[in-house]
């Protein structure tokens, strides 16, 4: 379908490096007098697949002009989740070179869905938002005509950090774009990583 094809992926700038979670465990291991810290903690860098999708919807009125809006959708290329993006992000958000990332171990996860299924659970999920508002009213009319206009594939970094201790084994998700720890996005990740592990494994992806 035209605007759903894409050329390169692009991978969201990584901002929080190795070097910085090391220094944070050391820092923890000072803090609360913990020998040995860092032989608790094992962590791995993943690049996660989402699809950005611009979406251009019509609305045609008989006595006034007709109606026209974009709105862009991302939808996690694994689970399928949708969520509404701001604005198509711009080139400064992205690192133009991971190979240095991918030689130190880090590992792209493949989309489980394509960019055709991506853009039907999208359209599909935009329709029957609960979230009515007026950024979102228009695209919930059913005589809306919504179409892709353009799309791309996105990898956003994660750092999957396991920690094992007396208490024992623990799983923790930075965004290594936000340093958020935990939280929605981490939440999501893991479930697309569980589902590709249940799938074969990382020697499938």
């Known amino acids: 379908m035209q605007g759903l094809e894409y050329g390169e992926p692009l991978y969201t700038v990584l901002k929080v490096t190795a070097e910085k979670i090391k220094a944070q465990i050391c820092e ?3 803090k609360n007098k913990i020998a040995n810290i860092e032989d608790m903690f094992n962590y791995r860098l993943y690049y996660y697949p989402f699809y950005v999708i611009c979406a251009k919807g019509e609305l045609k009125r008989r006595f006034f002009n007709d109606l026209h809006k974009q709105i862009f959708i991302s939808v996690d290329a694994v689970e399928g989740y949708y969520a509404v993006a701001q604005i198509m992000p711009s080139k400064d958000y992205f690192d133009p070179d991971i190979s240095d990332k991918l030689e ?4 792209i996860l493949q989309p489980q869905i394509g960019i055709e299924e991506a853009w039907e659970k999208g359209v599909s999920s935009l329709r029957r938002s609960n979230s009515f508002s007026f950024r979102t ?3 919930l009319n059913n005589k809306v005509n919504i179409v892709p206009h353009e799309s791309v594939l996105i990898y956003k970094p994660y750092w999957k950090v396991d ?3 007396n208490k024992g084994e623990f799983i923790r998700v930075i965004d290594a774009t936000s340093g958020e720890v935990g939280g929605n996005n981490g939440y999501r990740f893991l479930q697309g990583y569980n589902r590709i592990m249940n799938r074969g494994g990382l020697e499938n992806v």
């Not at 130190?104 to 590992?107: L, N």
Request: hydrophobic letters at 30%.
């Open 28 to 30: 923890t291991g000072k």
């Open 104 to 107: 130190s171990g880090a590992t």
């Open 137 to 139: 009213s228009f695209w």
């Open 163 to 165: 920690i094992k201790n």
